[in-house]
């Protein structure tokens, strides 16, 4: 599998913007898919972007679609998210994942996953 380590997460009014990062290591990291999800306290993780292998497909849930954008730089071994126009609402702790195979929304099908790293939107 291959380790990832989420940062850039931090305290934002509303309206601001955060970009997140997400560094791989031990495997090939052009090999894989990877998404972004973030979870709500008490709730299940939500899908928020994913980005295919050579980076040319990207989707993102209906709740960010034109505010985020997912990137990746496979020379670096790194995925971002660039989130602007913040919400309270998106206030949650985001996690990259990382899989084979075909890009999905469902948290189960991702083999590999980050510690994840605290945003909040402050009203």
């Known amino acids: 599998q291959v380790q990832l380590v989420e940062s850039g997460g931090g305290l934002v009014q509303a309206g601001g913007s955060l970009r997140l990062s997400c560094t791989a290591s031990?495997?090939?990291?052009?090999?894989?898919?990877m998404g972004w999800f973030r979870q709500f306290p008490g709730k299940e993780r939500e899908f928020v972007a994913a980005i295919s292998w050579r980076g040319r497909s990207t989707y993102y849930a209906d709740s960010v679609k034109g505010r985020f954008t997912i990137s990746r730089d496979n020379a670096k071994n790194a995925l971002y998210l660039q989130m602007n126009s913040l919400k309270p609402e998106d206030t949650a702790l985001y996690y990259c994942a990382a899989k084979f195979d075909l890009t999905s929304y469902r948290a189960a099908d991702y083999d590999s996953w980050g510690q994840g790293t605290q945003v909040t939107v402050s009203s």
């Open positions: 031990g495997r090939t990291f052009s090999n894989y898919v």
